[in-house]
């Protein structure tokens, strides 16, 4: 076997960057803490669109934005995936902010399962006999959860149903991961700005002028949405999808042990046992996966 080339260990290096900025995102959020989670979302937006009208700018995509707006499928659809990333980004921060970290990293450890189911159901898409057993042993695990966690499970779900579709219908939009999330920041921008300003006349005030870290942390937030999107979007170019998609189990490894050690959270038999059954699902799809991939021709 020849060793990777240089253009493959890039990707990799990007790839594994992007998922530990999306893996340590709890300990920011949590910073943030005594901001309204509507309003930190909102501010998210506020502070993301220039970062992406930027990086557009930077890489020569303007054509590419200025031909999605002009595509009217393409611009539903992408107001579509806007609704469904603003829900994502706002039920994240609750469960981060809540205290149900361990939670989160169950949705984004669910989330590569659903889209599996919603490829089936929606796009078609045909399962192995292992893959199936493996989309089985996840649907134990999450029924285990109605044992005694349904506070847990009810947040887990939100998050990868949201994201799942987020997902299938970017799938389905001929756009760029950047502009794409400059598209869909435009569209979030004006509600965004009238959660900021509405906050604002509140007796609280605005979050962005309370102190010097708040502010920081605030304008922060949308160097965290778009830098680790763009290295994600530098990965996609140089890896096949399968390295990729093992590199994003990362992103939920790293939330869960920050569930664990960093916010000290409880993790009982129950919960402990669903963890279990979803690693063992994942890791029965993924050794298909890496089967049938050295079986087929090059």
């Not at 240089?6 to 340590?24: D, E, M, N, S």
């Not at 450890?109 to 493996?134: C, D, F, K, M």
């Not at 939330?255 to 129950?270: K, N, Q, R, S, T």
């Amino acid at each position: 076997m020849s060793p990777p080339s240089p253009h493959h260990r890039t990707g990799l290096l990007v790839a594994v960057a992007a998922y530990v900025i999306w893996g340590f995102l709890p300990l920011f959020f949590r910073v943030l803490h005594h901001v309204p989670a509507v309003e930190l979302v909102g501010w998210r937006v506020v502070f993301t669109l220039p970062l992406c009208l930027a990086i557009v700018a930077a890489r020569g995509q303007a054509a590419d934005v200025r031909a999605a707006l002009a595509d009217r499928a393409v611009l539903l659809r992408l107001c579509a995936s806007a609704l469904l990333i603003g829900a994502n980004w706002l039920l994240y921060v609750i469960a981060i902010n809540s205290g149900h970290v361990l939670a989160a990293s169950l949705g984004y450890y669910i989330n590569p399962l659903l889209n599996v189911l919603l490829g089936t159901i929606l796009l078609g898409e045909r399962l192995t006999r292992t893959q199936w057993t493996a989309v089985a042993i996840a649907g134990l695990g999450i029924a285990l959860l109605l044992a005694g966690a349904i506070e847990m499970l009810g947040i887990a779900l939100a998050l990868a149903v949201s994201f799942g579709f987020y997902g299938f219908v970017r799938k389905l939009t001929p756009v760029g991961s950047v502009p794409g999330l400059t598209i869909e920041t435009s569209v979030l921008y004006l509600p965004a700005i009238a959660v900021v300003a509405w906050q604002a006349h509140t007796p609280a005030g605005s979050s962005l002028s309370h102190d010097a870290g708040t502010t920081i942390g605030l304008a922060a937030s949308g160097v965290v949405t778009a830098v680790p999107l763009l290295l994600f979007a530098m990965a996609a170019r140089r890896l096949d999808l399968s390295t990729l998609g093992f590199v994003q189990f990362l992103s939920p490894t790293l939330a869960f042990l920050l569930g664990i050690f960093v916010f000290e959270e409880p993790l009982d038999p129950v919960r402990l046992a669903c963890f279990v059954l979803i690693w063992t699902a994942i890791a029965l799809f993924s050794w298909d996966m890496l089967r049938r991939r050295q079986r087929a021709p090059a």
